[in-house]
């Protein structure tokens, strides 16, 4: 039981073939991209996609490979929208695929990230266990610290 | 426990502050002039105020309005004079009760200095009279008119009325339980007119130690009314008397009408109901009420298809008949929860003749404050926006309005000023007008103070109108006064003002005329969740522009396009009515996508205070009313969508889809920005 309760879950899905993880507590829902209708934002930056109504409430939904920087790359049937909760902003992203959930034990995690300079900032830790790493996104930051564009 | 008692403190600040608020309109009365209704109110107040504060344990505020009280009993009896002095007095108490009022709020403490204050009031009221609870030893009875009427109307009638004095055994326990009893059995041979003391069922043993009175009207006997109070047990004497009419010399009772006003009062409390409710509750509701008006047209619209498709369907017409009553039920609703959210703007009125009063003290001016529609009915929300601003505007009128008394007399004006504070309905929105009589705005000065400033060069001063020099006053960092005085403000100017109504979706205008006064003119919508919108379509988006800023759309044809659309330095301008306004197509301004058909033009002329602004789409799709959803969790610079100019939020449309409803104002001030660059 003690295990369990210092478990961090985590919502693993891919990026320009890579593994990333948004932790659990932040996560809404994920949707498919194509029951959802997004409409344009004007004049919004570019990584934004537009804003949806999910049940009558405006949220805000951003190309997160386009915020990250990532080369551009065409939507399939694998494209999904997380849609994110922190202080009180609801806000979706769009990724590549969403992979599984994942439970990783305190000792699996880092939070050094001083290694990774591109995006460095918007990496809260970085998780390995045998031979996978998924990057831990700061969904926080993403969404409050996009001065620099 | 604590959270209840939290509870407890919230409604004793929320109602104290209530009841000071009618102490001092009632005193702003009194100094018109003496009058006994009032000085009731005021009393009733009073009363009540000293009832919770003492519950709630504040034994300062307790004493003080004991205090007060007193003189307003000597008021009342005309032992103690209306004069200015007493006035002053009155008001002084006011503001020593909002310091008591204010100390708790913030440390819970009631303590303030108050001996001051409480020497002059014992300078009127005379020394005694400290300890309550004397004022049960009275031998008289009081009763009111209308209860004179009664008791003779009941000796007409050939009934008996009996005026008895009962008293308990001085070592009897819980004698309000005595006293009930006694009065529980009169009840059963007749009617009870009046108990003194009032709360003789509740009262502490001390306050009965002199026993009780009641006026009985009954057709029974002396004996038997004697009976049936013995009967209550522990009962010392009992005193009978007749009341034989109010004409008649056999009273051997003098029976005085209206004599102790206290009691008077305590009798006649509202017998209306209120609940207190959090607004944020209310919000919610509100909320939920918009969602349910927009679902609303979204079921019909879907019902309208279905009986083009299904025509003569038995169902079909069940169905439309549900769904114009669910319609009829919403509006019902919404009504309903927008008539809780509002007050009338007598509230916020009231306040002001207390303001104007002192001010007009301190600056030796002379002014009559007049107040119109007071019954005007604002949501709650706006009402409390909408203060601050009409502060600043009346500060400002009796500041740099009205003249002194000699400058008037000069002049060739009446000795006093006046200023209206004037409220109406008009459509959807409701009007507030402040006016001075004063000396009205001076252009040229204003001009000179904005070229100090720094606000605008010579050669935009040289070429404005006069209307655009007075709309200087709302530029930032514009202010008139030379030097700040208490009176108009620390430093807070007009574009504090015109911002705080521009957030409300409101609009104010300037008239004003030198020597002859000025007029601030106030537009507010009716409530700030719902709005009124003209929906305009350009490309795959839809534009919401607030009812309140749009001026007027015109659709033109390929002809007058061309007569009325010209090209100045490049840029597109409409010929209104002499006027040349500069053109916004909102696909360009919004970098949207649009087509362009030049066989017809659709403008809308939105703004106000002579600026306008003509907006061009591709459609205009009709009047709408909306529940705007605020995207200032994500708007502004920094945040997530940016800096979008022009946008204060969207709304879900009846199909579902979006429209971006715009900030007229803002937009306006972007494109200003824009062309000094």
Known sequence: MRILENLRQVIVFSLDNEDYGIDVENICEVNRLKEINIVEFPKAPDFIEGIINLRGEVVPIVDMRKRLKMPAKERDRHSRIIITKIEKKTVGFVVDKVIKAAEFLPQEISTSTDEITQNGKYIKAIAKKDSEIIVILDVKEIINNTEDR | MVARENEFFGLFVEESTEQIEKIEQGILK????????????????????????????????????????????????????????????????VDKIKEMRDN?????????????????????????????????????????????????????????????????????????????????????????????????????????????????????????????????????????????????????????????????????????????????????LMGFVGELVIDNGRLSQVAGKLKARFKGDPDIKELLETVEHVDYIGSEIQDAVMNVRVYTVENIFNKFHRMIRDLSKRSNKEISFITE??????????????????????????????????????????????????????????????????????INSIKSKALEKGLVTIDDVETMSDQEAVDLIFLPGFSTAKIITDISGRGVGMDVVKTNVEKMNGVIEIETEKNKGTRFIIKLPLTLAIIQVLLVKEGNLNFALPLSSVVETIRLSELETKE??????????????????????????????????????????????????????????????????????????????????GISGATILGDGSFAYVMDIPELLKDLKSAEHK
Request: hydrophobic share 35%.
């Open chain 2, 30 to 93: 009194l100094e018109e002039g003496y009058s006994e209704e009032t000085i009731k109110e005021v009393f009733r107040m009073a009363h009540s105020l000293k009832g919770s504060s003492t519950i709630m344990g504040f034994a300062h505020l307790s004493e003080f309005t004991h205090n007060m009280e007193s003189l307003l009993e000597k008021i009342k009896t005309r032992a103690v004079p209306l004069n200015e002095e007493v006035i002053d007095l009155l008001f002084e108490c």
């Open chain 2, 104 to 284: 708790i709020t913030k440390s819970r403490s009631d303590e303030v200095d108050i001996t001051k204050t409480c020497e002059k009031i014992t300078s009127f009221v005379g020394k005694k009279k400290t300890k309550r609870c004397s004022k049960n030893t009275s031998d008289e009875f009081s009763v009111t008119e209308y209860e004179l009427l009664v008791m003779d109307d009941a000796v007409r009638r050939e009934q008996n009325v009996f005026i008895i004095k009962v008293g308990i055994e001085e070592d009897a326990s819980m004698k309000s339980m005595k006293a009930f009893l006694a009065v529980n059995n009169l009840k059963n041979l007749g009617q009870v007119l009046r108990v003194w003391p009032h709360n003789y069922d509740t009262a502490d043993d001390s306050e009965l130690n002199n026993g009780f009175k009641v006026v009985l009207i009954t057709s029974q006997s002396k004996e038997k009314v004697e009976k049936n109070i013995d009967a209550a047990g522990e009962i010392k004497s009992i005193i009978i008397d007749s009341f034989k009419g109010k004409e008649s010399e056999g009273n051997n009772i003098d029976v005085k009408v209206n004599e102790k006003l206290e009691d008077n009062l305590l009798f006649r409390t509202e017998k209306r109901s209120y609940i207190r409710v959090d607004i944020a509750k209310l919000d919610k």
């Open chain 2, 373 to 442: 529609g007071e019954n005007t009915e604002l949501d709650r929300g706006i009402l409390e926006e909408i203060v601050d601003p009409l502060v600043h505007l009346i500060r400002n009128a009796v500041d740099h309005g009205i003249e002194t008394v000699e400058e008037r007399l000069e002049k060739g004006k009446a000795a006093q000023g006046t200023i209206n504070l004037k409220a109406k309905h008009q459509e959807n929105n409701v009007i507030i007008e402040i006016s001075d009589d004063g000396k009205g705005l001076d």
């Open chain 2, 564 to 645: 009325y659309i010209k090209k100045v330095k490049g840029k597109k301008v409409y010929i209104w009515e002499d006027q040349i306004i500069p053109i916004i197509r909102l696909g360009d301004y919004y970098e949207v996508k649009y087509s362009n058909d030049n066989s017809k033009t659709f403008l809308i002329i939105a703004g106000f205070s002579q600026k306008y602004v003509c907006f061009m789409a591709e459609r205009l799709v009709g009047e709408q009313q909306i529940v705007i959803k605020s995207l200032g969790e994500y708007l502004g610079k920094g945040k997530l969508l940016g800096e979008v100019k």
